[in-house]
């Protein structure tokens, strides 16, 4: 006899395959729209099929959106000389909070990552180069993850693109705002230090 | 009501046993204590919200995996720490319950890092990085092993070209996986094979009469240079001058006989072939 009703079942099962849910959360999950008026589950349920239906990828950047090109992509006040790359498209949102930034965007969808079977082929590396040749671009920020992988993606990408004669930088490395140096190790101070400038 | 009131004085006599116990021996404790090693990080994997799981090779404990609460946080303690290959002093403690270990804190011996922006490096510590997990058991002390990735990383950080340490590592992986045949006579008719042209195969190495089809052959030069290789430091073979030929020869053997041994293919390796730059 099953410990459940067939569609609870299910909808635990369904839960259960989200990343960091298991058995225990996926049925408070359960329980809790079991619970929730129907207008409340229907809501979620249509969001979830909007979601997979509407979100595509941006045939320019590669960003994640609703309406090709992107909003980033479209925008007529954006400046259309700078391009900064990132790894995913949530790292995104983490420059947009900044609100200094106002330049184009371009996702690799990853990093180079031999171990998890990525190389060159399978980042979202072409299209990048054909904005270059094609676009008024005068500077590449590249804004991977200050990782092993995320730097030698940095290098791959600066090497591929600095003989198309763009100015190639890197985000800043170091010590972040808000720690104390005492707690920094080795590595980290020394690209600070490394990445120091004028005052 | 009788038997009511016995079953009440037993439960009492049992906790006063139990309090007594406490009392005298001490609380039993699911202590955790707290163990310190080098480690080798071999690799890691974002996990759950900001936390990663770290697969590494410690000194004196062997292969390990651990979670790392917190480590992707921009300001983690782990700081660079859990980088592959970063050479760590690491403070953990494991349950009996559970398989990975809870790493505490992580100290920074030496950074490989650097020498890891080249693609083609990367690609280098990856396939040492991946060889080394799938031939080494969980829990297995394997002292050798973690010596041999440091000789390896220092000399690829030290500016070594990358096929001769590649072929020193594949050929030691096999040695200390006890795998590797007598490299100075056939495994079937113990012919000598020493100016022979010879094939190696998962069985042995094997001489021309006993050469089955379909076996690949080894060059004099390779075995030459794997002969050296079982008595010889790296830094001292590379110094001498080698046929690239005769490295990709030793490598592309060993590699063959670790695939046979772990039966499958090493994803790493079809990308370093890949890799028309420095890797050949």
């Given at each position: 006899m099953p410990d459940f009703a067939e569609p609870i079942a299910r909808l635990i099962d369904q839960f259960k395959r989200l990343p960091g849910i298991g058995q225990k959360t996926a049925q408070r999950l359960a329980f809790h729209l079991l619970r929730a008026g129907p207008e409340e589950a229907i809501a979620l349920a249509d969001s979830i099929r909007d979601a997979k239906l509407k979100i595509r990828e941006c045939s320019v950047c590669n960003n994640i959106t609703?309406?090709?090109?992107c909003l980033y992509c479209a925008?007529?006040?954006?400046?259309?000389t700078v391009i900064c790359v990132v790894e995913e498209p949530h790292n995104i949102i983490a420059i947009e909070r900044t609100r200094q930034y106002n330049g184009l965007y371009h996702v690799l969808g990853g990093a180079l990552s031999p171990l998890e079977g990525v190389g060159p082929d399978q980042l979202k590396l072409r299209g990048l180069i054909e904005r270059l040749k094609t676009g008024p671009v005068q500077e590449i920020i590249i804004a991977t993850n200050p990782t092993a992988e995320g730097e030698a993606t940095a290098v791959y990408v600066s090497k591929l693109i600095k003989p198309l004669g763009v100015r190639v930088t890197r985000i800043g490395v170091g010590i972040p705002v808000?720690?104390?140096?005492?707690?920094?190790?080795e590595i980290t101070m020394l690209k600070a230090m490394e990445g120091r400038r004028d005052l | 009501m009788r038997g009511s009131l016995r079953c009440d004085n037993y439960i009492h006599l049992r906790f006063a046993a139990r309090v007594r116990w406490v009392l005298t021996v001490g609380a039993p404790t699911t202590s955790m204590p707290v163990r310190e090693s080098e480690a080798l990080i071999l690799r890691s994997f974002p996990l759950g919200e900001a936390d990663r799981l770290v697969s590494f090779l410690s000194r004196s404990e062997g292969r390990m995996r651990g979670v790392a609460s917190g480590a992707r946080r921009t300001k983690s303690r782990f700081g660079s720490t859990l980088e592959p290959f970063s050479y760590v002093r690491m403070w953990f403690y494991e349950r009996q319950t559970r398989e990975l270990v809870r790493i505490n804190q992580c100290e920074l011996i030496e950074s490989f890092l650097e020498a890891q922006r080249d693609y083609a490096v990367s690609l280098a510590f990856a396939l040492v990085s991946e060889v080394t997990e799938a031939v080494l058991g969980e829990h297995e002390v394997a002292e050798p092993n973690f010596r041999l990735l440091l000789v390896i990383a220092r000399a690829i950080k030290a500016g070594a070209k990358l096929p001769l340490p590649l072929a020193y590592f594949a050929f030691w992986i096999v040695r200390l996986g006890g795998w590797?045949?007598?490299?100075?006579?056939?495994?079937?008719?113990?012919?000598?094979?020493?100016n022979a042209r010879a094939s190696m195969a998962r069985s042995g190495l094997f001489c021309p009469n006993c050469t089955l089809p379909g076996q690949r052959t080894i060059s004099q030069e390779a075995l030459q240079l794997a002969r050296r290789m079982a008595s010889e430091k790296l830094e001292r073979l590379m110094k001498a001058n080698f046929a690239t030929a005769a490295i990709d020869d030793v490598k592309d053997h060993m590699l063959n006989l670790v695939e046979q041994h772990i039966e499958k293919k090493l994803q790493t390796r079809k990308m370093t072939a890949d890799e028309p730059g420095q890797l050949k």
């Open positions: 609703d309406a090709d090109p925008s007529a006040t954006r400046n259309r808000g720690s104390d140096l005492e707690y920094a190790d | 590797m045949p007598a490299l100075d006579r056939c495994s079937r008719c113990g012919a000598d094979v020493h």
